[in-house]
């Protein structure tokens, strides 16, 4: 019949160093000690990475503030905007190369790193570069002032997008900030740099150091930096809190998530399920966001996991640089027991795991489509973050009892509406605590809307206007 | 075939309100959703060997067509020819499923086409407006069935449809399933045309697929190939979620035939995917799908051409029709 033969990209696409050191004022460093970044879909080894101590932390801060006191601070903001319109139009320029970058990296599917991140993170420095000089438009009051130094801790699951979400709206308002990607995806931070030297972004401006907890640590915890920016688990989210309590440091949180994705009975079904598959398995389900709680309406709920099931079996999982490859790898093995350890967990619990036919590659670091099927409120699959391919079947029966149990959770990141009724959309985005409320799709981005959280999904807001007022004096 | 009985269907006796009310309760369809997900497929890489089944696919599953005014019977013979032998430098290339034209060139491609298992079909009820008395519909079907055609592709009465009276839908399509019936009992094969570019929404459509299947189609058809928007992939998937549904719920098989625009491989491998990964492997088929085209051919051969030599012919190197 009609099998899809291998369609794989090109990984010649990139070259990576053997090994590399911290990008600091500028230059690339020479290579400390080193830890290896690996490719999780096969565990072949991609770099040499350096571990990253507090003497580099030092040192990459004590640039930062030399480029802001000296370079940065002093040039209007139509100047910075021209370097950011430039870093958008190289990012662009080498968009496959990043695309494969990151799918070697992170084991994400390159359908995925092409189509959306590479294109978001361009989007990114584009609509920052447009505020630049618009600072006293951005609600502050009158030419607000930047911060100076910026502190960023990024996460694996986006690892370049983070980083655009951090350093385009950093910049743009007048900062300059040191970056740690986080330990598993150092890679394409890394080419972002040489995107810093090919767009010839001032000495210092942009600092990227590679490492551990520890590393981000001592970034974090640093007494020259007035920004702490930090994406991540809610554990690492709590730890930085108290780290830089009792500091005149200005902290943005975006945590983990546990979102509800409402399904009434009158939604367009077929693209519910859509939705549904959209919102849990894009990128492996490593989404902070990720409508990890299927909420359907009782009346409906045979008809519509017949569909979500059919739907899942067509899911492709395998090689990340396959063109045709919907699930990837899962992002490294702790990762993946984590994931393993939650749905035994819940089988334990009494729900049902659910998944469709699939090969596992013998190498690298896979997991199935999953449904846990039969789930109630209290099991641990509907209450703690999996971060991972696992959806968590749960019905109601009247709106009310939607919004409920949507809202009882720890986290407020997230959530999904589905109807055809605009009326009740409105209702309940009002009702719902959740930072984002998607109505009839799922899992969409776009730099002009502010994305951030509620309860312990964290606080301020990224994108947007409001995401210019965490890098802002006047701001929260 | 199993006799489906449009009451049992429907929950009640078959009035424009029953019709109403069954075709309004299903479920909508979100146009933005829709078109992703037809974008998202689109994006799928399909190379060498898939390549190949695919091209092979396609022009098995051709209704390699002619609706002119200026058509004769020359022009319908050598179409004819065309379709008996697509590539003559390669006897091993498949042959499209049928040939269609307007119902007055029925027996001169019968008569070219021979017993060569291609079938003949037919346009009919007053194509491509639909805008004819029944009884002149139905002459017009009688007629085609009587010179040979093997199957009938009728167009809805719009109008109808869109001043809400389906009723005069529903019994138009189930007259011209009757006058498909031949002498021996036996039926030509009704494809039904819904004119999806006039129906204009996707909630239109997805009622009007129903419609017709509840009337006895054999086939939906998105278009006449006439108007301004003619087949498009979210319509076709959309057809194709019809069809599925319809067969999980009633155990009957509907086929789906997109029509007009659809010109290259490129586009035709696209509608490929989206059938396997809508409606499953089993509708591709052509008992279950087909392409109404007439240029589509020719670039399926070039690229068939290329994918064996290596080398892109050009478009002197096949037939013209």
Known sequence: MFEYAPAPESQALVNFKDSYGHFIDGKFLKPGKTYQTINPANEKVLAEITYGTEKDVDLAVKAARQAYEKVWSKLPGSERGKYLYRIARIIQERARELAVAETLNNGKPIKETRDVDIPLVAAWFFYYAGWADKLDYAGLGPNPQALGVAAQVIPWNFPLMMLAWKIAPALAAGNTVVLKPAETTPLTALLFAEICQQAELPDGVVNIVTGFGDTGAALVGHKDVNKVAFTGSTEVGRIIARQVAGTNKKVTLELGGKAANIVFDDAPLDQAVEGIINGIFFNQGHVCCAGSRLLVQESIQDELLKKLQRRMESLRLGDPMDKNTDIGAINSQAQLKKIEALVKQGEKEGAERWSPACVIPKNGFYFAPTLMLGVSPANTVAREEIFGPVLSVMTFRTPQEAVTKANNTEFGLSAGIWTEKGSRILKLADQLNAGVVWANTFNQFDPTSPFGGFKESGYGREGGKQGLAAYLKGGY | ?321
């Not at chain 2, 004819?132 to 167009?155: C, F, H």
């Open chain 2, 1 to 321: 075939m199993q006799l489906l009985s449009p009451e049992a269907i429907v929950g009640s006796r078959i009035t424009n309100q029953s019709l109403r009310r069954w075709l309004h309760s299903l479920p909508g369809v979100d146009k933005v959703g829709l078109e992703a997900r037809a974008a998202s497929l689109g994006t799928r890489s399909i190379k060498t060997s898939s390549k190949a089944w695919a091209l092979d696919a396609a022009i098995k599953m051709m209704d390699l067509t002619t609706l002119e005014g200026m058509d004769t019977p020359e022009r319908v013979k050598s179409l004819c020819l065309k379709a008996l032998t697509p590539d003559p430098t390669d006897l091993d290339c498949p042959r499209p499923a049928a040939i269609c034209v307007y119902g007055d060139m029925v027996k001169h491609a019968k008569k070219a086409l021979g017993n060569s298992g291609i079938y003949v079909a037919a346009v009919a009820t007053a194509f491509p407006s639909g805008r004819a008395s029944v009884p002149v519909k139905l002459l017009d079907t009688k007629d085609a069935v009587k010179a040979g055609a093997d199957e009938i592709d009728m167009v809805i009465d719009r109008g109808a449809f869109l001043s809400g009276n389906y009723l005069e839908v529903f019994k138009q399509i189930q007259a011209v399933k009757e006058a498909c019936k031949r002498s021996d009992g036996s039926y030509a094969h009704l494809k039904v045309i819904l004119e999806t570019g006039e129906l204009q929404t996707y909630d239109n459509i997805r009622r009007a697929s129903y419609l017709a299947m509840l009337a006895g189609g054999d086939f939906i058809k998105t278009s006449t190939g006439k108007v301004t928007v003619n087949a498009t992939i979210p319509i076709t998937m959309l057809m194709l979620q019809a069809v599925r549904d319809w067969y999980d719920e009633h155990g009957v098989l509907i086929g789906v035939k997109p029509a007009g625009g659809i010109r290259t491989a490129k586009d035709a491998i696209k509608y490929l995917v989206v059938v396997k990964e809508t409606a499953g492997e089993q509708w591709l088929n052509p008992d279950l799908f087909r392409f109404g085209a007439s240029s589509l051919l020719n670039d399926v051969l070039m690229q068939r051409q290329k994918l064996k030599t290596g080398n892109y012919s050009g478009p002197d190197y096949v037939s013209v029709d």
